[in-house]
């Protein structure tokens, strides 16, 4: 299983931005999605997770209102929109799966996902 995140810039505080990850083969419609975040010097955290039927929505708290986790499983594909960007936001983004089989619900730790992409990166100037 492959993840191919792309759709990270510049972008000045307030702006937005619309990450996605497409992931190879043909079982992305039974994988949990998470979207993660690591920036500089700190842990990787959690941004945000979509369950494989797409009816199960996790986010962060300082996120909650201002990025939007969708998927579209005809597509292969997982999205972040990231709305009312703050230089805090700045980080390497990456898109991680796990096989629902495992988990009634997306998991919100790092280490409980398999699959994970490359990462793109988001800076977010002031």
């Known amino acids: 299983v492959q993840l191919q995140a792309s759709g990270g810039g510049l972008v000045q505080a307030g702006g937005s931005l619309r990450l996605s990850c497409v992931v190879s083969g043909r079982a992305f419609s039974t994988y949990h999605m998470g979207w993660f975040r690591q920036a500089p010097g700190k842990e990787r955290e959690f941004v945000a997770t979509?369950?494989?039927?797409?009816?199960?929505?996790y986010y962060t708290d300082s996120m909650k209102g201002r990025f939007t986790i969708s998927r579209d499983n005809a597509k292969n594909t997982v999205y972040l929109q990231m709305n009312s960007l703050k230089p805090e936001d700045t980080a390497v983004y990456y898109c991680?799966?796990?096989?629902?089989?495992?988990?009634?619900?997306?998991?919100?730790?790092?280490?409980?996902?398999?699959?994970w992409g490359q990462g793109t990166q988001v800076t977010v100037s002031s």
């Open positions: 979509i369950s494989w039927s797409g009816d199960k929505l």
């Open positions: 991680a799966a796990v096989n629902s089989g495992s988990y009634y619900y997306a998991p919100r730790g790092p280490n409980e996902y398999r699959y």
